[in-house]
């Protein structure tokens, strides 16, 4: 009888959950979490805070209990994992005590980056990652004490947060670090765009700015400090910089490890039985050929359901991992795809704009680096498979009834012939 462990249990650790109990009915699954809770998308709890869904509605697989009695799992809450044996598929735990297993995946997952500085642990400083980091803005928010809000870091989630202020009318301000807004995703060009949207938004914005250290003012409010001397001063300060893999108790265990586990198409490490799948794990990159971690939703339930499958001696691959950066806000819609940082002067660049769109790509011979567009929430999925097809395809072009689509959605011809298609009538 195959024995499983599942160390997490987010979406990517109930996806393989999901795919090896449809495989293989009498499996023995043992899950692991630090948390009493059940799986849940990290960027539902944004909206969960703007009042856009109810608290449930941050679970999309339901309860642990229902998910228990659905697919026959044995669940074990708040029983973090503290060491690997990955050579012998051992896990340990903190009282001590050990576990064998035929399988393991590691899933989990990611946490919110707090940096080492001065203030960061004073009451109103909030990371935002957490069902409980978004229960504890969402009541103070709903306190109305909250006149004024600073947001560090114009991450995907600091742009969320700074949503979950404007719509409540509260004054926001946004700080980071580099010099222009999403700056791993976006060129210079695009960033300028929608820092004047936000701005026209009533979002004042700030960039270069280094965070030196947090202070409580006499009236109680918090000062953000920054190293070039300049002062932010709110009522509650979120600091959304970027997230770190769970990872710390993989140390010395001998599992690959760049920034996440190392694993190939099937998620497997370099440990026979051992899988990672998720924000904790690092994929290939069919870009770069390089191993990227890449967390997002989709890509942790599908590795997820790869991983689940090869656990029960299926065979399943993941592929398709791009880089891709969306972010949706205050009914405004940006995608990003490929790799700006692969991008250089010697690049062919495409940029085109009118009432609806802004469009900035650039390609060389082999094909198309990366494109940011603005604008283009209903067609975003089609443009990612158009950007993985002509990776893995770069002779075929775009097929017919995506170029109609493309057409139909008003995108120029020119956009068409710089992806790679030929335009219709």
């Known amino acids: 009888m195959n024995k499983i462990a599942i160390i997490g249990f987010g979406g990517a650790g109930f996806c393989a959950a999901e795919e090896a109990r449809r495989r293989d009915p009498k499996a023995v699954i043992d899950v692991y979490s630090d948390t009493d809770l059940g799986p849940y998308n990290p960027m539902l709890t944004t909206y969960y805070v703007k009042g856009a869904i109810p608290y449930d509605a941050m679970f999309p697989y339901g309860s642990l209990e229902e998910i228990r009695e659905k697919l026959n799992l044995n669940i074990y809450t708040n029983r973090p994992v503290t060491g690997l044996d ?10 001590g005590s050990q576990a064998g297993y035929d399988n393991i995946l590691i899933s989990t997952g ?14 109103g400083v909030l990371k935002m990652r957490t069902v409980k980091d978004a229960q504890e803005l969402k009541e103070r928010l709903d306190s109305g004490a909250v006149k004024s809000g600073l947001v560090i870091g114009s991450s995907w989630v600091g742009i969320k947060v700074v949503e979950d202020l404007a719509v409540r009318d509260i004054p926001c301000t946004l700080i980071d670090g580099a010099p222009w807004m999403f700056y791993v995703a976006a060129f210079e060009e695009s960033a300028r765009r929608i820092q004047a949207d936000l701005q026209q938004k009533g979002v004042s914005l700030s960039f270069n700015q280094m965070l030196e250290r947090i202070e409580r003012e006499d009236d109680g409010r918090l000062t953000a400090v920054t190293k070039s001397g300049d002062r932010f001063t709110a009522d509650l300060i979120a600091v959304c910089i970027g997230v770190r893999t769970n990872t710390a108790f993989l140390k010395d265990s001998g599992v690959a490890m760049n920034r996440g586990v190392v694993v190939d198409k099937t998620m497997a490490t370099n440990y026979p039985g051992v899988y990672a799948a998720g924000d904790c794990c690092e994929a290939l990159d069919i870009q770069s050929g390089t191993h990227r971690n890449i967390g997002v939703w989709f890509n942790a339930q599908k590795q997820g359901r790869v991983a689940g499958a090869n656990m029960t001696g299926g065979r399943m691959e993941f592929d398709a991992n791009v880089l891709v950066n969306l972010a949706h806000y205050l009914d405004y819609d940006f995608i990003s795809i490929g790799d700006v940082s692969a991008c250089g002067p010697e690049d062919a660049v495409y940029e085109y704009e009118d009432a609806r769109y802004y469009i900035r790509g650039v390609r060389n011979g082999e094909g198309v680096k990366c494109l940011n567009v603005i604008g283009s929430a209903e067609s975003n999925g089609l443009l990612k498979n158009i950007f993985i097809k002509s990776i893995e395809s770069p002779a075929a072009g775009i097929d017919i009834r995506s170029v109609c689509y493309l057409k139909d959605k008003g995108f120029p011809d020119s956009f068409i012939d710089f992806l790679g298609g030929k335009s219709v009538d």
């Open 110 to 123: 990611a946490s919110a980056v707090a940096p080492p500085i001065p203030g960061m642990d004073l009451p």
């Open 86 to 95: 990955p050579a012998n598929r051992t896990l340990r735990f903190a009282d």
